[in-house]
């Protein structure tokens, strides 16, 4: 056998990652794990730790190789303005790959434009403006984030902006993608991510320019289902 142990990820509540992370409660969970507030045992620091809990992750090396990436590229920028990666490692009881990151009060923007609607233009300018910060310090250490949305933008309690999820991040000259491949979120990306061209820091710029068009009126320029919405960005 593999030796895993059968767990529910929403069934970490009271237990211990890697022996030094004791977990409080669920933040979110999806199709391949959870999200958690916790907080170390040695130190007292509060977390938010990411678990990837589906499947065989032995066989999975795709999704293990994801994760990884995700945690060297948010770990390889230096700005306040990108969600800090503090540990990652394998949990020695559940085989489960984890990542902690620094944990933040507020909220997404996606859930502040639900809750307020179209932003001020003040407010959109600093949200974008700070989005923008974050992506260029990224830049300069050759990362793209190829899926900047108001989801992946957490704004804390004292108006300050951080980039999230670098999930599917790359390096400037890495060609971990292959060819035809199409990643990133319908409405916010470039033409070259649809074509499954090659793409570099403009991708992102790009998609810094559908966030800010979000903010003011609330909508996506771009709109209709996928489909739709790739002819437009493509041959619009």
């Given at each position: ?144 984030h190829r899926d900047i949305k108001p989801a992946n933008l957490m704004v804390d309690r004292d108006g300050r902006l951080k980039v999230t999820d670098f999930g599917i991040a790359r390096t400037e000259s890495s060609q971990v993608t292959r060819a035809n491949t199409v ?54």
């Amino acid at each position: 056998t593999s030796g895993r142990v059968s767990v529910d990820a929403k069934n970490l509540v009271g237990t211990k990652i890697d022996g030094k992370y004791e977990v409080s409660r669920v933040i979110g969970a999806g199709g391949m794990g959870a999200v958690y507030e916790a907080h170390h045992v040695g130190t007292g620091r509060r977390v938010a730790i990411k678990v990837i809990s589906t499947g065989d992750l032995s066989k999975d090396e795709q999704l293990v190789g994801r994760f990884q990436r995700e945690a060297r590229a948010a770990g390889a920028v230096d700005t306040q303005h990108i969600c800090q990666v503090l540990d990652t490692g394998t949990d020695p009881t559940t085989h489960w790959p984890f990542m902690v990151m620094e944990f933040m009060h507020g909220e997404d923007v996606q859930q502040l434009l639900r809750r307020v609607g179209p932003t001020h233009p003040d407010l959109a300018l600093r949200i974008a403006a700070q989005a923008c910060v974050g992506l260029s310090k990224a830049h300069e250490a050759g990362v793209v984030h190829r899926d900047i949305k108001p989801a992946n933008l957490m704004v804390d309690r004292d108006g300050r902006l951080k980039v999230t999820d670098f999930g599917i991040a790359r390096t400037e000259s890495s060609q971990v993608t292959r060819a035809n491949t199409v990643i990133g979120s319908p409405g916010y990306m470039a033409p070259e991510q649809y074509t499954g061209a090659a793409v570099d820091r403009r991708v992102d710029i790009f998609a810094a320019g559908v966030l800010l068009y979000k903010l003011l009126s609330g909508v996506t320029p771009f709109t209709g289902s996928d489909e739709a919405i790739m002819y437009q960005i493509v041959y619009g």
